[in-house]
């Protein structure tokens, strides 16, 4: 079993800031690649962010400059550090990772139940 656990949504005002976790616990043998997607209300998931195991980083133009992802490889989490957010911010913000578990052969990607960021005055 495998599991990701984000938090740190909430509700922040424009120009604000928040910083979002995902930890993933479990029978994890190695975990590769993990990032961000956000899915705002009647649009498509979309890519965020995403980090390989080595610290190279990815972002997606509506947030590069504005959002950090960062990793502690020890601790099996991520982080995503948002500031100066704006409105069209607001989605529900999941966290992945790409997992091979104890036992497993093939890589796979696992998904966490979603935080909500809600941003508005």
């Known amino acids: 079993q495998v599991q990701l656990v984000e938090s740190g949504g909430g509700l922040v005002q424009p120009g604000g800031s928040l910083r979002l976790s995902c930890a993933v616990s479990g029978s994890i043998m190695s975990i590769y690649t993990m990032g961000w997607y956000r899915q705002a209300l009647g649009k498509q998931r979309e890519l965020v962010s995403t980090i390989t195991t080595a610290g190279s980083t990815n972002y997606a133009d509506s947030v590069r400059g504005r959002f950090t992802i960062s990793r502690d490889n020890g601790k099996n989490t991520i982080y995503l550090q948002m500031n100066s957010l704006k409105p069209e911010d607001t989605a529900v913000y999941y966290c992945?990772?790409?997992?091979?578990?104890?036992?497993?052969?093939?890589?796979?990607?696992?998904w966490g139940q979603g935080t909500q960021v809600t941003v508005s005055s």
């Open positions: 992945y990772a790409l997992i091979r578990r104890i036992g497993a052969t093939l890589v796979r990607d696992y």
